[in-house]
């Protein structure tokens, strides 16, 4: 869906504005994820998962997570917030973010979806705030939305005169906006008195070509609420050709061909009007205009002086309303019982719970007695509203029926850790003891002087191998007593040998030195880096012993803590669902109820005028009085 | 007198009140939809119909207090529980995202450590669009101690022309005494329509 998507990827990353159809497999090119928490944050969002994608968010910006995504992350908070149904608090972080530089086109598309969220919830004036913080035009396939959305916020507060204007202002309604926009101009003219006006606009939408199945109901509905708006105004002869435009299968037909009855009757031409109400007669009982059909046919047959085919029918009549009421006060015992939002939730695929949010909405009735009953107001913004509340409820009375089992499991994992820590105890502390770092450190620093040391005074020697130090060491040896010998050419052949191998050495040790200080520099720096590994994980380990006895604590205070929340949250969620379902079955048994108390009414009628049928009757064999023949047969 | 009975009956009201609409809804998926009470608003309708709203508005209020107060807690108990089951000192995780063509699907993602069967995740299309769009999915958390560790992850899935591809990469680490992440994106960028894994360590 376009439109879901347009805030999905506004939400997701500004950059990402140039939204791709919701069912499209196409990457985001704007998104780079640069935080991994950021990217399972997307990854529950792409699945419309909002609230294991909401707590992820929440969670990541508790622990700074999402360094590189700060400014998106809260966007995407606000998004997901709406996505999940939360508008107050959408409203509250676009209000605080959306002031700050963020592109224009994203700013009007959040103002715009929060406007429709608030209307479909009812709250109009703030829905008419947020249209009004809109302050360019939205991209084509939003903009006649907008403008439409603006008309209905401000009839729905019953402010025709601005409605109008607003809709008259609209320069460039497309072909396929055309007709609503009028549409809603002709109600608009019509509820401001302009009757003739307003008959004009709607007779021009009941005339358009019917070019596909929305415009064809459109056109069906302004001639319907055009042929009873001259009927409410007693002219039943323009109210006929318009009514007669409704297509005979369509969805407003029933209330047309009762209608067209209706205006023949009006210029008494009963004969006329038996026609569209006997075939309202075969149609289904549960459409008022065919309740009333069963009523206006008889009447029709009375007014034609055939009074026994008129009784004959007011007989079927009052056996069809009976019928129908006992039919209606079975499902107002069910609906009590709680039957309707089991069976609406239950056999809809969408009820799993991995979706959930504003986006959800109840499109497949099942098909049930009491669904029949009820399909305007199942199809309603305040029932689809409520019915995504309840259900979001039963998400949450899972949900945290969930984490009454795992705070369980909670306790019984620290417990464990709890006694593998004192278990381990003792080695980790003789561990610890055996271990002197100081000392270490130490013979680090005594070992680091003397390669200084021997730098300085560039011993190479001291750099020698074991046996070249040996060797040194015996040549060095030798001298004293070298020159204790006399001063004959054996000696000196001696003292020359002697000189000569120490000078070898030498110069071997020399040619060696420099790589050997290198490798002796580099081994020194290898021992820091162990020292230093040897006593971060000394002091890990110290920590950790240290440390652990407090994190048990605070970890058990947190569990102690979360405990009463997940119960108190749970009692106040069991009694939110229970308001929900108590409002929603209030809802379909009140309008159960009415549709029952019209059908007694009409049966009252019924039976009033069957008496006086047989009155009459009783009366032909007596004179009747000029009143008893005014009354029979004109329903109450 | 017609028309007396007609104002009589509650039809009317019905007709004109469906008689009235307007569109509203994605583009592409135009509906009508009743938008505005009947031509002559009836006053007990007005009345009763405000005060069905005040009554959705106070429980909507109410639902929106608590789902905000479900949302926190489950923020703290998800800190908690990881806190718990994986200490940041032994925590390893990896994650997979994707950076793939329109073309390949991914099936499953099997993951080893150390020699060890970790997991073996079979992708829903939901998932795989989720992960194609940007989406990046944890799909293991564990503990390691600190130390050198091997990973190994095999994913299988479908190409072009129902192809089937089942391609490896593995992995040697090091586990510090900080938590360790690595992501496995199945990229088909580096080696043109050869879809492989490429491997990130993050600290």
Redesign the interface.
Same mark, same amino acid.
């Given at each position: 869906?376009? %439109?879901?998507l347009s805030i999905l990827a506004a939400a997701?990353s500004v950059a990402a504005l140039a939204a791709a159809p919701a069912g499209a497999?196409?990457?985001?090119e704007g998104?780079v994820?640069q935080d991994?928490a950021?990217?399972?944050v997307?990854?529950?969002? &792409?699945?419309e998962d909002y609230?294991t994608a909401? +707590?992820?968010l929440?969670?990541a910006q508790?622990?700074n997570e999402v360094p590189h995504h700060a400014a998106e992350a809260e966007l995407m908070l606000g998004g997901l917030y709406l996505s999940?149904?939360?508008?107050?608090?959408a409203g509250e972080i676009f209000e605080r973010v959306l002031k700050e530089s963020v592109e224009p086109g994203f700013h009007d598309r959040a103002w715009f979806f929060l406007a429709k969220i608030w209307y479909q919830?009812?709250?109009l004036p703030e829905s008419e705030a947020a249209l009004g913080r809109i302050s360019s035009e939205l991209p084509?396939?939003?903009e006649?939305?907008r403008h439409?959305?603006y008309?209905?916020v401000l009839?729905?507060q019953?402010r025709f005169a601005d409605a109008l204007a607003a809709l008259q202002a609209w320069k460039r309604p497309s072909d396929?906006?055309i007709g &609503?926009a009028k549409?809603?101009i002709g109600?608009s003219l019509?509820?401001l008195g302009q009757v003739e006006e307003g008959a004009r606009v709607l007779d021009e939408v009941g005339q358009m070509a019917p070019e596909n199945s $929305?415009l064809n109901?459109?056109r069906d509905? %302004?001639n319907?609420?055009l042929g009873?708006?001259w009927?409410?105004a007693?002219r039943p002869v323009e109210a006929k050709p318009s009514l007669q435009r409704v297509r005979l299968d369509g969805p407003?037909s029933n209330?047309a061909l009762?209608?067209v009855g209706?205006s023949d009757? $009006?210029t008494s031409d009963y004969r006329a009007a038996l026609a569209p109400w006997l075939t309202l007669r075969d149609r289904s009982l549960l459409d008022?205009?065919v309740q009333?059909s069963l009523l206006a046919v008889p009447y029709a047959f009375a007014q034609l002086g055939a009074d026994k085919q008129a009784a004959d029918h007011y007989t079927d009549a009052i056996d069809a309303f009976n019928g129908e009421i006992e039919r209606l006060t079975t499902s107002i015992d069910a609906i009590e019982r709680g039957a309707l939002i089991t069976e609406l939730l239950g056999e809809h695929p969408d009820a799993a719970p991995e979706t959930s949010g504003w986006y959800w909405r109840l499109d497949k009735v099942p098909d049930t007695v009491e669904s029949r009953y009820l399909y $305007?107001l199942l199809?309603?913004?305040?029932f689809q509203?409520?019915l995504k509340?309840y259900r979001?409820?039963l998400q949450?009375n899972r949900?945290?029926d969930r984490?009454t089992e795992?705070l369980g499991a909670?306790d019984d994992?620290?417990d464990t850790?709890q006694r593998a820590y004192e278990q381990r105890l003792p080695n980790i502390d003789g561990s610890l003891a055996s271990v002197d770092l100081d000392a270490l450190a130490a013979r680090r620093v005594e070992l680091a002087s003397r390669l200084q040391e021997i730098e300085r005074s560039e011993d190479v020697v001291a750099l020698g191998t074991a046996k070249e130090q040996q060797n040194w060491r015996t040549l060095e040896q030798m001298e004293p007593n070298l020159a204790a010998l006399p001063n004959d050419a054996e000696s000196d052949e001696l003292r020359a040998k002697q000189q000569f191998l120490k000078g070898l050495l030498l110069w071997d040790l020399r040619r060696d030195y420099k790589a050997r200080l290198w490798a002796e520099k580099k081994a020194l720096g290898e021992l820091d880096r162990q020292l230093r590994e040897a006593q971060?994980?000394h002091h890990?380990v110290q920590s950790?012993r240290d440390d652990w006895p407090e994190k048990f604590v605070e970890?058990t205070a947190?569990?102690d803590g979360?405990e009463p929340?997940?119960n108190g949250?749970k009692t +106040?969620?069991a009694t939110?669902l229970a308001?929900?379902q108590t409002?929603l079955q209030g809802?379909a048994i009140e309008e159960l109820k009415?549709q029952r108390e019209?059908l007694r009414t009409y049966t009252v009628q019924a039976r009033f005028a069957l008496a006086s049928i047989y009155d009459r009757a009783a009366a032909r064999t007596a004179p009747a009085t000029p009143a008893e023949q005014s009354l029979a047969g004109?329903?109450? | 007198m017609v028309a007396r009975w007609i104002a009589s009956t509650s039809l009317l009201t019905l007709a004109l009140a469906s008689g009235l609409a307007a569109a509203q809804d994605g583009a592409g998926e135009t509906v009508v939809a009743a938008a505005a009470p009947q031509f002559t608003p009836n006053p007990n309708v007005v009345e009763k119909d405000a005060a069905e709203r005040g009554e959705f508005r106070t429980l909507d209020e109410d639902v929106q207090g608590l789902k905000k107060q479900v949302l926190d807690l489950n923020r703290d108990l998800f800190l908690l529980e990881e806190e718990l089951l994986f200490p940041a000192s032994t925590q390893v995780a990896v994650f997979v995202a994707m950076d793939v063509g329109e073309y390949f699907g991914l099936d499953s993602v099997e993951l080893k450590l150390d020699n060890k069967n970790v997991t073996n995740y079979l992708y829903t299309e939901r998932e795989v669009d989720a992960l194609v769009k940007g989406g990046v999915q944890r799909v293991f958390i564990g503990n390691l101690k600190a130390g050198e560790h091997e990973l190994v992850a095999v994913f299988t899935g479908q190409g072009p022309h129902t192809r089937d591809y089942r391609r490896g990469a593995s992995l040697k680490f090091e586990k510090g005494i900080g938590p360790k992440y690595i992501e496995l994106t199945i990229s088909d960028r580096e080696s043109k329509q050869q879809p492989e894994f490429v491997v990130k360590e993050w600290e």
């Open positions: 869906m376009p %439109a879901r997701a497999r196409e990457k985001h998104i994820v991994l950021y990217g399972e997307l990854f529950g969002y &792409f699945q609230f909401l +707590t992820r929440l969670a508790q622990r999940y149904g939360q508008h107050r608090l919830r009812g709250y084509e396939e939003l006649p939305q439409m959305l008309a209905q009839m729905d019953g396929a906006w &609503f549409f809603n109600v019509v509820r $929305e109901a459109l509905k %302004a319907v609420a009873y708006a009927l409410q007693s407003f209330k009762l209608g209706w009757a $009006e008022s205009a009333e $305007e199809a309603s913004n305040r509203e409520g509340n979001d409820l949450l949900n945290l984490w795992s909670f994992i620290l850790r971060r994980r890990q950790g970890l947190r569990i979360l929340r997940v949250l +106040t969620a939110a308001r929900q409002f809802l009415a019209r004109a329903p109450q | -």
